[in-house]
Each structure stands twice: as structure tokens, then as C-alpha cells.
């Protein structure tokens, strides 16, 4: 049960485009379109973003997407605002029952 | 209201147990999988245990495969972790999430454990 890989870090200017990419294997992200991906700011508990690779929740900006090609699942955040400045986390189902997330990318709204 | 709120966190020495709860409320508990999360300090999220609506299916982490068991009671819209044989690196803040396969769409605010001599 090896952690997805994100990028430690990714930052840009408000008003622009951001992607954080999550690759898994052919086991988890490659496999099943349970990809999802949590929002957590510092001290509170992590709060779901997307759903099943592309799904947004009720009263999740519409700003925010998420895609996947192959065993690498991508979140963008379009128009960043300064409160999108958090850690963001994704999740895969894995074969075996599990779920497996990735190591976390603090994004920096510059 | 949808809510989750957890208890039983402490301190407890190496070797020790301890039993985490989640007391659900605003919905239907026995209707949704249920996960324990974790995260120690500074570090990242880490899946550790799931267990279906029915309790038919239990999923636990490699890593406390043998020492953590999870498991719900519908009637008191509860849900349970059995910590046994805990070690230093089993700190952290121990969250409970409702969801299954692809979703942990509510989270409670976490209950926190240090392993410590």
C-alpha cells in the first residue's frame, strides 16, 4: 500500500490556473474511477472536493475539477483566491479494499 | 445536522490499548460505510481501517493489520477502534469519515492519541 505521489508544493497568483497531479498504479487510480480529493486547512478537519475523479459535492465551487488519464488523476483550481491556500490531498480505492492517499501538495496563493 | 464526533484519545505508553468512538448524527448511519483516518503531527492523511454498512467487509491499513480492529454498532449509531499493542509512530489525530469506495464526504473534528513512555 504505497502512498500516491503528489508534488510537495505548488503555488500561483490569484486569478491564475493551478493543477496537482496524483499518480497511482494500475491498481488504484488506473483501475477504478474512485479518485477524490480533500481540501484541509490549517488546525480543521479535511473537507471532500471531488468526487469519484470529476464530481463536485453541493457547494463546492465550481473552480475547482478533477480528471484522470491513466494511473495519474489531476485537481485544477481556476481564478485562485487567497482562501484556496491549503493543503490538498488525494484518495484512490485500491483493489485490495483499500484506500490509499496521496502524501499532500501545500499550495501557496502568491 | 450531519455530524461526527469522536472521543476516547489520550495518552497511553507503548505496548498499551486504547479505544477510539464516533457518534453519529443527521443521518442514517446504518445506511453508510464508515473509515478511520489518521494524521500525525505535520504529516499527511493516512487511511487506516473501513468497515461497510452491514460490518460484511473490514479493510485495515498494513500497517495496523493484527493491532487495530474496527467495528460499529447500528444501534447507537457508533463506530469503533480497538487499538492494541500501540506503538510511538501510531500518534496522531485519529478522524472518523463516513464513505465508501470513492468518497469521505463528512468528517468529524478528530480525537487525538500520543504513545509516549
Known amino acids: 500500500q504505497s502512498a500516491l505521489t503528489q508534488p510537495a508544493s505548488v503555488s500561483g497568483s490569484p486569478g491564475q490556473s493551478i493543477t496537482i497531479s496524483c499518480t497511482g498504479t494500475?491498481?488504484?487510480?488506473?483501475?477504478?474511477?474512485?479518485v477524490s480529493w480533500y481540501q484541509q486547512h490549517p488546525g480543521k478537519a479535511p473537507k471532500l472536493m471531488i468526487y469519484?475523479?470529476?464530481n463536485r459535492p453541493s457547494g463546492v465551487s465550481n473552480r475547482f475539477s478533477g480528471s484522470k488519464s491513466g494511473n495519474t488523476a489531476s485537481l485544477t483550481i481556476s481564478g485562485l483566491q487567497a482562501e484556496d491556500e491549503a493543503d490538498y490531498y488525494c484518495?484512490?480505492?485500491?483493489?485490495?479494499?483499500?484506500?490509499?492517499f496521496g502524501g499532500g501538495t501545500k499550495l501557496t496563493v502568491l | 445536522e450531519v455530524q461526527l464526533v469522536e472521543s476516547g484519545g489520550g495518552l497511553v505508553k507503548p505496548g498499551g490499548s486504547l479505544r477510539l468512538s464516533c457518534e453519529a448524527s443527521?443521518?442514517?448511519?446504518?445506511?453508510?460505510?464508515m473509515n478511520w483516518v489518521r494524521q500525525a503531527p505535520g504529516k499527511g492523511l493516512e487511511w487506516v481501517s473501513s468497515?461497510?454498512?452491514?460490518?460484511?467487509?473490514?479493510y485495515s491499513a498494513d500497517s495496523v493489520k493484527g493491532r487495530f480492529t474496527i467495528s460499529r454498532d447500528n444501534a447507537k449509531n457508533s463506530l469503533y477502534l480497538q487499538m492494541n499493542s500501540l506503538r510511538v509512530e501510531d500518534t496522531a489525530l485519529y478522524y472518523c469519515?463516513?464513505?465508501?469506495?470513492?468518497?469521505?464526504?463528512?468528517w468529524g473534528q478528530g480525537t487525538m492519541v500520543t504513545v509516549s513512555s
Open positions: 484518495n484512490s480505492f485500491a483493489t485490495n479494499g483499500a484506500r490509499v
Open positions: 494500475s491498481s488504484d487510480v488506473g483501475y477504478y474511477n474512485y
Open positions: 469519484e475523479v470529476s
Open positions: 469519515a463516513r464513505g465508501s469506495m470513492g468518497t469521505l464526504d463528512i
Open positions: 468497515i461497510s454498512s452491514s460490518s460484511s467487509a473490514i
Open positions: 443527521g443521518f442514517v448511519f446504518n445506511s453508510h460505510s
